[in-house]
């Protein structure tokens, strides 16, 4: 009988493709979660496309809201995630 955890290491090791996309999705993940409480009732979809983070906003004053954020956000992200580069963050 084989182990599971070991079939998906296998897996995983073999299907290089498959892990950059669950390590992009982590690193996406604690993109969100180092978002500012406050803004993220405010946010309709957070998208990152070659080092871009693109944040779809509800209303135009959550956008306002958002983009007097934009530096703190920036900083948050580059201390919670260290090996992931964003270079800019554009709101629409």
């Known amino acids: 009988m084989k182990n599971i955890k070991t079939e998906i290491k296998k897996y995983l090791n073999e299907n290089i493709d498959t892990q950059k996309k669950i390590n992009k999705n982590r690193n996406e993940q ?13 946010i309709k ?29 920036l900083e948050k992200i580059h201390k ?8 800019k963050i554009i709101i629409l």
């Open 30 to 42: 604690k993109i969100l979660e180092s978002l500012p409480k406050n803004i993220k009732k405010g």
């Open 80 to 87: 919670k995630v260290r090996n992931y580069t964003i270079s």
């Open 45 to 73: 979809d957070i998208e990152i496309k070659n080092q871009t983070i693109y944040i779809k906003t509800k209303t135009p004053s959550w956008r306002q809201e958002t983009t007097i954020l934009k530096k703190e956000i």
